[in-house]
């Protein structure tokens, strides 16, 4: 829509005001309200903040002070002052704080100023604004949005590096891995791209609560409580019109693989152009990815958040069950994921009783469902480490994430079950999000859940109605056996890993390991086994111990693992007499190779600049099909900057030149991605300072 709308409709009666146009002054009210980067071309404010337009009289025309004219401000299909989707509200003196309200000022004879500020608790979303004279004349349309700045908006926060962070950063970092390797993914999010704002707000407009109700929907808007669950459920496709298709099969040939995503607004915009059709591949990272950016372009603040070691309880019970037949194949439902990624939003819970303000959790990935449909959240983090299972939304469900309980149980030939192993302390480690301001990583675990063993930590255990709880001072057996590596673990490479037993007894011990490698997803689903050794008799002395070596072997492993590069590692032991089992287990990240980014000294805005990066091939077979392309909030024009490279052979060196222009000043991260048949998945980020 453009900044100034003509105003041809005239009336037979003579009008309080007589219009021949309005100027929004886009430019100057996003500014304020800190939306410029969505573009000058159309007003777009946020709740609670007074924003200015000027309307340019027709000759002859005059307005006086005192004259009383009433606007009116409607949203959505069927504006309803009931719904606050449709407010009346006349001139003042002053501007108020918590109303819709209005005030005027002549800068010249033939112009009137025009303030305007909403209420801080109004729906968002697109609004039409009329001036009431007998008949309605359109001032124009803006778009209203969550206000992090205004301390009356539910969303307020008050540090300003926190709003630049969590609303104003377009780009951030994603964490993957294991506890021991954390990896680093960098993500565009985007969320000021072009037509990006437009996107957001149909995807609220596709949800099933709009289409059932769509006047409800669009009043209901006014709650950021209300809009995150509804993102919660959009952002996967499982019941409805929503953006993303889950897939972890590994058989990504008739979609995207969810590695080859690097930014969130491709998949939006992919979305909307297909008839908002589920978008074909999404894992958990890019639910939440995608859910951050709609959130942030909403004005809601919000933060990725990775747990490590996280839980799946199928049946609710806070316990993770693990079911193995002599074999180590898992027979259970329950599982736990190596990482998972959800989002937080801040908020205040109106809803809920005080002190469960704050950040709120929520899960765009579809795991389990409530209320009939799959969402999760949002749920106040303070809730879940205070164990208050009774509050909303899916405080069970995500308890369990971070805290569950594992037992794990061997079922014999005859059907009986015998433990092998348990833990209080596996699940929910390195709660991890990027920190403010700068490429660090946060740990908030302490967020989530008191320290493993406290006295708090019993406490709260006992609060969420732990009733399996284990026994915490078991006898530890007398036999041990660890997995230990070697520190060079560089894909393509042959490396060996060990199992070490340990027997701590007084009694000589004969047993028999067996010791293998299988390829595994991110989420835990096993893969193809590529190493096996097995001893049949192992006799350790008392306090002695013995070790087996496995040789991984990039001929076997390389043909097995996804994507992820992830193997499991597992030791099971069996006494021979006792019939005893003792098992261990470990996943390792294989290492992959960096990529070495060049970039200009200096950089402006709208001067070209070449990138220079640079990749060696760790493989001891040739890539073919290589790719680097660059990514970047305001640098690419929202679409991958691509550099075909051909062929690279075994252990070479490939270099490619990228050209881009930024679009806007300040810190952007530029991100490249490499791509080829047998090694994706390799990433490389850098900050640059762009000047004026």
């Known amino acids: 829509m453009k900044p100034e709308v003509m105003l041809s409709q005239r009336f037979s009666d003579l009008p309080v005001l007589d219009i021949d146009h309005v100027d929004l002054a886009c430019a100057v009210n996003n500014a304020e309200h800190h939306t410029e980067l969505n573009g000058v071309t159309r007003l777009i404010v946020r709740r609670g903040q007074p924003f200015?337009?000027?309307?340019?009289?027709?000759?002859?025309?005059?307005?006086?002070?005192?004259?009383?004219?009433?606007?009116?401000?409607?949203t959505g299909p069927e504006p309803s002052e009931d719904a606050d989707t449709a407010v009346k509200?006349?001139?003042?003196?002053?501007?108020?704080?918590?109303?819709?309200?209005?005030?005027?000022?002549?800068?010249?004879?033939?112009?009137?100023?025009?303030?305007?500020?909403?209420?801080?608790?109004?729906?968002?979303?697109?609004?039409?604004?009329?001036?009431?004279?007998?008949?309605?004349?359109?001032?124009?349309?803006?778009?209203?949005?969550?206000?992090?700045?205004?301390?009356?908006?539910?969303?307020?926060?008050?540090?300003?590096?926190?709003?630049?962070?969590?609303?104003?950063?377009?780009?951030?970092?994603?964490?993957?891995?294991?506890?021991?390797?954390?990896?680093?993914?960098?993500?565009?999010?985007?969320?000021?791209?072009?037509?990006?704002?437009?996107?957001?707000?149909?995807?609220?407009?596709?949800?099933?609560?709009?289409?059932?109700?769509?006047?409800?929907?669009?009043?209901?808007?006014?709650?950021p409580v209300y809009v995150t669950r509804v993102l919660s459920a959009m952002i996967n496709s499982q019941d409805d019109k929503g953006v993303l298709v889950g897939n972890w099969s590994g058989k990504y040939e008739d979609g995207v693989r969810p590695t080859a995503w690097k930014d969130s607004c491709s998949i939006l915009r992919q979305w909307y152009h297909q008839d908002c059709i589920g978008v074909e591949y999404g894992q958990c990272w890019v639910f939440a990815a995608v859910a951050c950016t709609v959130s942030r372009a909403l004005g809601?603040?919000?933060?990725?958040?990775?747990?490590?070691?996280?839980?799946?309880?199928?049946?609710?019970?806070?316990?993770?069950?693990?079911?193995?037949?002599?074999?180590?194949?898992?027979?259970?439902?329950?599982?736990?994921?190596?990482?998972?990624?959800?989002?937080?939003?801040?908020?205040?819970?109106?809803?809920?009783?005080?002190?469960?303000?704050?950040?709120?959790?929520?899960?765009?990935?579809?795991?389990?469902?409530?209320?009939?449909?799959?969402?999760?959240?949002?749920?106040?983090?303070?809730?879940?480490k205070e164990g208050d299972l009774t509050v909303k939304y899916d405080a069970p469900f995500v308890y369990a994430e971070v805290n569950a309980d594992i037992v794990e149980y061997i079922t014999l030939r005859d059907g009986r079950h015998v433990k092998i192993d348990s833990s209080t302390t596996e699940v929910g480690q390195c709660i991890s999000t990027k920190a403010v301001g700068n490429d660090e990583r946060e740990d908030i675990?302490?967020?989530?859940?008191?320290?493993?063993?406290?006295?708090?930590?019993?406490?709260?255990?006992?609060?969420?109605?732990?009733?399996?709880?284990?026994?915490?001072?078991?006898?530890?057996?007398?036999?041990?056996?660890?997995?230990?590596?070697?520190?060079?673990?560089?894909?393509?490479?042959?490396?060996?890993?060990?199992?070490?037993?340990?027997?701590?007894?007084?009694?000589?011990?004969?047993?028999?390991?067996?010791?293998?490698?299988?390829?595994?997803?991110?989420?835990?689903?096993?893969?193809?086994?590529?190493?096996?050794?097995?001893?049949?008799?192992?006799?350790?002395?008392?306090?002695?111990?013995?070790?087996?070596?496995?040789?991984?072997?990039?001929?076997?492993?390389?043909?097995?693992?996804?994507?992820?590069?992830?193997?499991?590692?597992?030791?099971?032991?069996?006494?021979?007499?006792?019939?005893?089992?003792?098992?261990?287990?470990?996943?390792?990240?294989?290492?992959?190779?960096?990529?070495t980014i060049t970039v200009p000294e200096e950089a402006k805005v709208g001067q070209p600049l070449v990138v220079i990066v640079l990749l060696v091939n760790p493989l001891p077979e040739a890539l073919e099909n290589c790719v680097f392309s660059l990514h970047g909030a305001s640098l690419t024009d929202g679409a991958p900057i691509i550099k075909e490279v051909g062929a690279v052979g075994p252990e070479e060196i490939t270099t490619a030149e990228l050209e881009l222009t930024p679009k806007a000043s300040g810190i952007r991260k530029l991100v490249i991605d490499f791509h080829s048949d047998k090694l994706s998945n390799i990433q490389g980020y850098k900050s640059l300072v762009i000047g004026e």
């Not at 009289?57 to 401000?73: C, E, S, V």
């Not at 704080?97 to 002549?106: D, N």
């Not at 109106?350 to 959240?377: N, R, V």
């Open 300 to 384: 809601i603040p919000c933060r990725v958040v990775t747990n490590y070691e996280s839980a799946h309880d199928t049946n609710s019970d806070l316990l993770v069950e693990r079911y193995y037949d002599e074999f180590a194949e898992n027979l259970g439902d329950d599982s736990i994921w190596n990482f998972h990624v959800w989002v937080e939003s801040w908020m205040t819970r109106p809803d809920l009783k005080l002190g469960y303000e704050g950040w709120q959790a929520s899960d765009s990935t579809p795991q389990e469902t409530s209320d009939g449909i799959y969402c999760c959240g949002p749920v106040p983090v303070r809730a879940i």
């Open 52 to 74: 200015t337009i000027t309307l340019h009289l027709r000759p002859a025309a005059h307005f006086h002070k005192g004259t009383n004219i009433t606007l009116i401000a409607t």
């Open 445 to 595: 675990t302490h967020l989530y859940k008191y320290p493993e063993g406290s006295e708090e930590e019993r406490l709260v255990f006992e609060k969420a109605n732990h009733q399996n709880r284990l026994i915490q001072n078991e006898e530890e057996p007398g036999v041990h056996v660890k997995i230990k590596l070697t520190p060079d673990m560089m894909v393509g490479t042959d490396f060996d890993v060990y199992a070490r037993v340990k027997n701590n007894t007084d009694a000589p011990k004969n047993c028999r390991l067996m010791f293998y490698a299988q390829a595994v997803s991110y989420n835990g689903k096993l893969g193809e086994t590529c190493g096996l050794t097995e001893l049949t008799e192992m006799n350790v002395k008392p306090t002695e111990g013995d070790k087996a070596t496995l040789r991984l072997k990039y001929s076997e492993y390389g043909k097995a693992i996804t994507q992820d590069r992830m193997i499991k590692l597992v030791a099971l032991l069996v006494d021979v007499e006792t019939k005893e089992f003792y098992k261990a287990s470990k996943t390792i990240i294989l290492d992959s190779p960096s990529i």
């Open 89 to 223: 509200f006349g001139l003042g003196k002053f501007i108020s704080k918590t109303r819709w309200s209005a005030t005027a000022a002549l800068p010249s004879e033939s112009t009137v100023s025009l303030t305007v500020c909403s209420n801080p608790t109004a729906p968002i979303g697109l609004y039409q604004l009329t001036l009431d004279q007998g008949s309605g004349v359109s001032l124009g349309q803006f778009v209203l949005l969550f206000n992090p700045w205004c301390t009356r908006d539910s969303v307020y926060l008050a540090n300003e590096a926190e709003r630049q962070e969590y609303v104003l950063s377009q780009d951030g970092l994603i964490y993957r891995g294991k506890p021991k390797h954390i990896t680093v993914l960098p993500w565009t999010f985007g969320q000021f791209e072009p037509d990006m704002l437009d996107i957001c707000l149909t995807v609220l407009s596709k949800s099933l609560q709009h289409l059932q109700n769509p006047a409800l929907d669009c009043s209901d808007r006014r709650s």
